[in-house]
């Protein structure tokens, strides 16, 4: 099993930045097995939705075209914790956002093949 505690959401204004921080504890063999880990977010009413999702081995990087240009997913393997960098934050990036690890390699912003989920942490932006 592996356990992931997000952290760093909150309240911004509308261009504002926030850096989210997600760390993965258990055993060293199951954490050896994530291929990849991903931030997703889900607003009320919504569907959960891929935002950035990071190889941990390469360290290949995907994100929504919503996204792009304005957020960075990166890793710290010593400290098995991924970060995502949130720039030029919009109202529309307010969701709850939820960091996974997927033991799979593919594909990388489809929340069915992600086998861990973190409790989520509250990004609010307002205008």
């Known amino acids: 099993q592996v356990q992931l505690v997000e952290s760093g959401g909150g309240s911004v204004q509308a261009g504002g930045s926030l850096r989210l921080s997600c760390a993965a504890f258990?055993?060293?063999?199951?954490?050896?097995?994530?291929?990849?880990m991903g931030w997703f977010r889900q607003a009320p009413g919504k569907e959960r939705e891929g935002v950035a999702s990071?190889?941990?081995?390469?360290?290949?990087?995907d994100y929504d075209d919503s996204v792009k240009g304005r957020f960075t997913i990166s890793q710290d393997n010593a400290k098995n914790t991924v970060y995502l960098q949130m720039n030029s934050l919009k109202p529309e990036d307010t969701a709850m956002y939820y960091c996974a690890a997927s033991r799979e390699s593919s594909p990388p912003l489809n929340h069915h093949f992600y086998n861990y989920w973190g409790q989520g942490t509250q990004v609010t932006v307002s205008s």
């Open positions: 258990g055993y060293t063999y199951n954490i050896y097995n994530i291929r990849n």
């Open positions: 990071i190889y941990t081995v390469g360290g290949t990087t």
